[in-house]
Nanobody, 127 residues
Framework: QVHVVEFGGGLAQAGGSLRLSCAASGRTFSMYAMGWFRQAPGKEREFLAT????????YYGDSAKGRFTISRDNAKNTVYLQMNSLKPEDTAVYYC????????????????????WGQGTQVTVSS
């Protein structure tokens, strides 16, 4: 099993930045990708970004393009989400997830493709 935990959430002002971290442990050698999602009250879980554990492929959701950057440090088994130009609508609980099953598409944009989830970290952006 792969276990993940997020940290780094908090308060930010509109236009500011936050960096989220996600540490993975366990059978990390079995991971295909890690991703970031978020969920605001009353809304569906939204895909933000994904990165392959090997190689350099990254993909971003519409809300993240141009503002968020996903990166990884394999030696530390850690994935990061750098969030810039934050907006109040970015307020949500942010989740990190690990995909341990191979996806035909290789895009890993769907929450269904991830089987190990962190507990979430709150991000609040003020106006």
């Amino acid at each position: 099993q792969v276990h993940v935990v997020e940290f780094g959430g908090g308060l930010a002002q509109a236009g500011g930045s936050l960096r989220l971290s996600c540490a993975a442990s366990g059978r990390t050698f079995s991971m295909y990708a890690m991703g970031w999602f978020r969920q605001a009250p009353g809304k569906e879980r939204e895909f933000l970004a994904t990165i392959r554990w090997t190689g350099s492929s990254t993909y971003y959701g519409d809300s993240a393009k141009g503002r968020f950057t996903i990166s990884r440090d394999n030696a530390k088994n850690t994935v990061y989400l750098q969030m810039n130009s934050l907006k109040p609508e970015d307020t949500a609980v942010y989740y990190c997830a690990a995909a341990t099953s191979w996806s035909v598409s290789g895009l890993y944009r769907s929450s269904a493709q991830y089987d190990q989830w962190g507990q979430g970290t709150q991000v609040t952006v003020s106006s």
